[in-house]
C-alpha cells in the first residue's frame, strides 16, 4: 500500500512531509473538535516537547492548517490524557466551511517547515481515486429514495 498524497490541497509550504492518519469522522469529532489519531499523537508529543527535559511545551499551540479552505486553528494537547484535538469552536467552521460530516473519512499529515514550523493538512479520501486496500466508506447525506 502506497502512502497517500495530498493531492486536493495547494501551496502548503515546502518540507518534509508526514503523513499522520485516516480517520471517518464521528459525531463527537464534528460537535466537539477533531481529535488526532493514529500516529499523529506520537509525532505531535515528540514535536511538543524540550529536547533538554522531554516536558511538553505548551497545552495549546498555534498551527496553520491546510485544507482545501485554509484555516490556522489552535491545537489543544490534554496532557494526562495525551489527546490533540483541534478545538471545537475553530474545527466547527472548518467542517461547514469544507463540507465535513459524520461518516466522511479523512487523511491527515504534518509538513514541518523551517524554524521547526509545524504545518498540519487534512483532506476528504477521495473514493475515486484511493486504492482499493484502503477502506473507503461511502456517504451520500441528501440521498433521494427515487436514486
Not at 480517520?23 to 473538535?33: F, R, S, V
Not at 485554509?70 to 475553530?90: F, G, K, P, T
Not at 517547515?113 to 477521495?126: A, E
Request: glycine share 4%.
Amino acid at each position: 500500500m502506497s502512502v497517500p498524497q495530498p493531492n486536493q490541497i495547494q501551496e502548503f509550504p515546502n518540507g518534509k512531509l508526514h503523513y499522520l492518519f485516516r480517520k471517518t469522522l464521528t459525531k463527537t469529532d464534528i460537535t466537539q473538535g477533531l481529535a488526532l489519531a493514529g500516529n499523529a499523537v506520537q509525532f505531535l508529543r515528540n514535536t511538543n516537547r524540550n529536547p533538554q527535559t522531554q516536558q511538553p511545551i505548551l497545552e495549546g499551540f498555534q498551527i496553520t492548517l491546510f485544507t482545501p479552505h485554509c484555516n490556522q486553528v489552535r491545537l489543544n494537547h490534554v496532557y494526562d490524557l495525551d489527546i490533540y484535538q483541534i478545538s471545537r469552536s475553530e474545527w466547527t467552521e472548518i467542517a461547514d466551511r469544507d463540507g465535513l460530516v459524520e461518516g466522511l473519512q479523512l487523511d491527515c499529515w504534518a509538513v514541518m517547515s523551517g524554524q521547526d514550523h509545524m504545518t498540519l493538512l487534512i483532506q476528504v479520501v477521495d473514493a475515486e481515486t484511493d486504492e482499493e486496500d484502503h477502506v473507503v466508506r461511502y456517504v451520500n447525506a441528501e440521498r433521494n429514495e427515487d436514486d
